[in-house]
């Protein structure tokens, strides 16, 4: 499976008119993970906890403090995943969205760091639903 360049990862998370990009590189690594045998709880499982993230982080200053904190510690949680899973799918996926989200996590200004989240969240929706699209069980 070949890796997202990190200057197309920047694309799709930093600029708002990334998101051609994001269709074409969640289209291929959905295509590539359902191909490998990766199921759809498996994405779901990470997804679910990103989606519950994201309804903290829309709860104020506060909430957003916390759900940025559960946003760095998903980063352990994913390479947790990623090595029980005992499958390459997962590795994969995770090596993907892992700096992704350091991309998220490294501004400093909270506007920015909420539009970066609402791309990243965007992404992994999309590789979610194509994989789905492809097959995915």
């Given amino acids: 499976m070949s890796p997202i360049p990190l200057g197309d990862l920047k694309t799709i998370i930093m600029e708002t008119g990334g998101a051609e990009l994001l269709v074409k590189h969640a289209n291929t690594l959905a295509s590539e993970l359902q191909k490998t045998g990766l199921t759809t709880s498996q994405?779901?499982?990470?997804?679910?906890?990103v989606r519950q993230i994201q309804a903290q982080w829309h709860m104020g200053d506060q909430q957003q403090a916390l759900a940025r904190r559960r946003l760095i510690l998903l980063k352990p949680k994913m390479a947790y995943r990623a090595k029980r899973e005992r499958k390459k799918a997962v590795e994969h996926l995770v090596a993907v969205l892992d700096p992704a989200l350091d991309l998220?996590?490294?501004?400093?200004?909270?506007g920015l760091q909420t539009r970066y989240f609402e791309h990243f969240v965007d992404f992994f929706e999309a590789i979610l639903a194509y994989h789905?699209?492809?097959g995915g069980n």
Avoid at 43 to 49: A, C, D
Avoid at 104 to 110: E, K, R
């Fill in 43 to 49: 994405i779901r499982s990470l997804f679910g906890e």
């Fill in 104 to 110: 998220v996590i490294s501004t400093n200004d909270p």
């Fill in 132 to 134: 789905k699209a492809y």
